[in-house]
């Protein structure tokens, strides 16, 4: 155990040297319990980061939901938090909505159903959440706003809970109000109304996902609002909360965490927050954002998920560091354990907290982070020291009679890169009451009379490997399960499969652009619609697709490359775009918004009928072809050098999309 002054060898005994000074910790219930332990989750969507984790092969596909869902196996989650789809970006891309327009329902849109399903099927107990982040724009009546119609908005983020149930079996647990966006408590106290009203009173509801305050004053001073939240939750509380929030009387949750590169820095951030969410802010679930890293990795916060599977075209994943350290605390623990008052701060650093089913179970996690290995995204982290330490621990009341521990133990190594993550060691004999460990620095340890913890393995995925130079998509194999196509990652609007059946063409299988009104935005979506596909560093590419404009009136498609951006830097995205449009021209701009124009004329193009676009870019150079013949070449000043293939729409309409091709060099 390098790195630590104190002269003690690895061991698990009380025995131990006179030369260390043991700082000794009670494990006690005889003075009451703590808090009700509800979770560790992990968040899908906000937005679209399980995107591309749908597009894996089997048995890919099947390994990574088993290494975060599947119980005693890897994070063995007990939370899974979802995205009510909105239509609209909400961080690395759209997710759709339940109801693009007012008069539509269907319950089978996007990806989050289906993992809701894949969760539930390996543990029957997960915990379901749904919390929108942004709302079809009729949902506003044409304003940028959610509350002014609190009971439309109502009913419809209740439908979404009773879709789950009728359509997936899926029973939704907890439900939120808008993304770190403001609250009304006229809504909250509707949404109650209209649960209880379709009998779900079971359905919990969290206010208001964003900062402690103002939620908690507004709780306190209203007896009715207070009665219509369950829980409180906060995002990114840096493991404090406020007094007033402890006043409320309420559940306290970290209900969005982590948000961090999940290298072992990331790791090291999880471990750390896990515990002391609880120690210093009596927070009893963290989840993360996100679940795991399924986008490209040049949008927003690449791989900032506890595992990362961004890669369906090769089957490569990686089981990052943050999947075990979840393990420490979910492999031995059960949403409704209580914690221990007896919690707290080593005596050098690093904490401890205390779990028992109050039915003799008992769960100590322990974790030693030094502050430069656990930094989290946000918020700072202010200096603290952490050194090896001895630490004795004195079992006490109902816990007095443990004779032995099972122990979990890792060990991040920031030096020569050898870490040790969630592996068994012997167990530890409780010698009069009480257990020692030799605590270095950068460690976890899980001490548990639970016997079931394993560390789950699968055989080696196979090697990374880029998106391929050759990509075709008729859109002929339209999957049942998704209503999106393999890799398209949309960054506005929502394109879907579409079957035309009265189509006597080739064209009965197409991808449709579906969003006709601005949605209820959680960032500047751009006033066009896009999605990106393929690599980021493609540089030469030739794109070609099929398109239909359904507009007569401004109606306008487009096929791109060199694409720079998503998420909610969308509305700026550069890149190399070449426009048709229904009234019979044609564009040639360097940005999304069209404003740079490289080349524009006639093409004599109209709506209701199919066209082909190509666009090659080599170098300086690009040219366009309209079905077949070149229509504009040597375009110049091409920035930037490269980035995504893009299809999309000049404007909130609907557009068909059909033999998409990308060649890159
Ligand atoms: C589900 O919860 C029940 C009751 O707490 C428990 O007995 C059972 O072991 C749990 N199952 C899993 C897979 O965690
Ligand atoms: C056990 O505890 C008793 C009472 O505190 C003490 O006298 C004794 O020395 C302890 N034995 C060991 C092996 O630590
Ligand atoms: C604790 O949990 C294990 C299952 O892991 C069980 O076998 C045991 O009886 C439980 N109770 C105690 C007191 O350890
Ligand atoms: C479906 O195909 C028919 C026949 O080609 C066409 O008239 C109609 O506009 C198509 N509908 C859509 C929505 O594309
Ligand atoms: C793209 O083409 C240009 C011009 O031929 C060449 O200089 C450049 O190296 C090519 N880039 C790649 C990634 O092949």
């Given at each position: 155990?390098?790195?630590?002054s ?5 061991s ?55 290494y ?5 196996f890897?994070?063995s ?16 891309g ?11 329902e ?6 989050e159903?289906?993992l ?8 029957p ?29 109502a ?6 809970i ?12 907890y439900v ?7 609250f009304?408590?006229k ?29 908690t ?19 990114y509380?840096g493991?404090t ?10 559940q306290?949750w ?5 948000s ?34 399924s986008?490209?990795?040049?949008l927003?916060?690449?791989r900032d ?15 990052e560091?943050?999947?075990w ?7 031995f623990?059960?949403?409704g ?17 205390a779990?028992?089913?109050?039915r003799?179970n008992?769960?100590?996690v ?5 502050h ?21 621990f ?11 521990l ?7 190594d920031?030096k ?17 009451g009480?257990f020692t ?5 950068d460690e976890?340890y899980?001490v ?11 055989p080696?995925?196979?090697?990374s ?5 050759i ?10 399960d ?17 079957i035309?059946e009265?189509d006597?063409g080739?064209h009965?299988?197409t ?9 209820i935005?959680?960032?500047?979506d751009?006033?066009q ?11 030469n ?8 404009m359904?507009e007569e009136?401004g109606?306008?498609v ?8 998503g ?14 449009f229904a009234?019979g ?5 360097s ?22 676009l ?25 920035v930037?050098?490269?980035?995504w ?5 000049s ?9 998409f ?5």
């Open positions: 155990m390098g790195g630590g104190a002269p003690c060898v690895l698990v005994f009380s025995l131990c040297l006179l030369t260390c000074s043991a700082q000794s910790y009670a494990v006690d219930d005889q003075a009451g319990l703590g808090r009700t332990f509800d979770g560790v989750g992990g968040l899908s969507g906000g937005g679209a980061t399980s995107r591309l984790l749908v597009n894996y092969a089997e048995p890919y596909r099947s390994q990574i939901l088993d975060l869902f599947k119980p005693n890897g994070a989650l007990q939370i899974l938090k979802v995205e009510i789809g909105g239509d609209a970006q909400t961080t690395d759209t997710e759709p909505s339940h109801m693009h327009y007012e008069n539509d269907n319950y089978f849109r996007g990806y159903w289906w809701m399903r894949e969760a539930k099927k390996r543990n107990n997960i915990t379901l959440i749904g919390l929108p982040w942004a709302f079809p724009g009729w949902i506003g009546r044409g304003k940028n706003w959610p509350y002014d119609y609190p009971d439309i908005t009913s419809y983020v209740v439908s979404w009773i879709g789950a149930k009728q359509y997936h079996n899926l029973e939704i647990d939120g109000i808008w993304n770190e966006r403001s009304n408590s809504y909250i106290k509707l949404l109650r109304y209209t649960l209880d009203k379709n009998g779900l009173e079971r359905v919990k509801i969290i206010a208001s996902d964003n900062l402690w305050e103002p939620i004053l507004f709780v306190l001073q209203d007896r009715e609002l207070s009665e219509a939240v369950d829980v409180l939750g906060a995002h509380p493991t909360t406020v007094p007033e929030a402890l006043k409320t009387g309420k306290l970290s209900s969005e965490d982590y961090t590169f999940n290298d072992d820095v990331g790791g090291g951030c999880w471990a750390r927050i896990l515990n002391q969410n609880y120690v210093n802010g009596q927070m009893t679930a963290t989840i993360s954002w996100n679940l795991v890293a986008y490209y990795q040049d927003p916060f690449g998920g506890l595992m990362t599977a961004q890669e369906p075209w090769s089957g490569n994943y990686v089981v560091s943050p999947i350290i979840t393990a420490h605390t979910t492999q623990t059960q949403p354990w209580k914690y221990l008052q007896t919690v707290g701060h080593l005596a050098h650093g690093g904490s401890y907290v779990l028992t089913n109050q003799g008992l769960t100590i322990i974790e030693t982070m030094t430069d290995h656990s930094v989290c995204i946000r918020p700072p982290l202010l200096p603290y020291t952490v050194t090896a330490q001895r630490a004795t004195c079992l006490k009341g109902s816990f007095a009679s443990i004779s032995e099972q122990v979990w133990h890792s060990k991040f920031f020569v890169k050898k870490p040790v993550y969630f592996q068994k060691l012997s167990p530890v004999k409780v010698s009069n009480s460990l030799d605590l270095d620095v976890v899980t548990t009379t639970i016997t079931t913890g394993l560390k789950g393995n699968y080696e995925p196979p090697p490997s880029p998106f391929p130079k990509y075709k998509d008729d859109f002929k194999v339209q999957h049942p998704f209503s999106e196509a393999p890799d398209f990652a949309d960054q506005t609007g929502v394109f879907e499969y579409f035309n009265t006597p080739p009965v299988y991808l449709r652009q579906v969003v006709t009104q601005r949605p935005t959680w960032v500047a751009a006033d619609t896009i999605s990106v596909i393929g690599d980021y560093k493609w540089q590419v030739t794109v070609s697709c099929d398109l239909y359904e009136n109606g306008g487009f096929v791109a490359a060199r694409v720079d951006k998420g909610g830097s969308v509305r700026s995205a550069r890149g190399i775009f070449f426009w048709v009234d021209t044609y564009k040639v701009t940005d999304l918004s069209g404003q740079s124009v490289l080349a524009e004329g006639q093409s004599g193009t109209r709506a209701n009928i199919w066209n082909t190509t666009l090659s870019v080599k170098g300086d150079n690009a040219f366009g072809e309209l079905n077949g013949h070149v229509l504009w070449k040597n375009a110049v000043g091409l930037p050098k490269n980035g293939a893009a299809i999309g729409t404007s909130f309409q609907l557009a068909q999309f059909d033999n091709a990308v060649q890159a060099e």
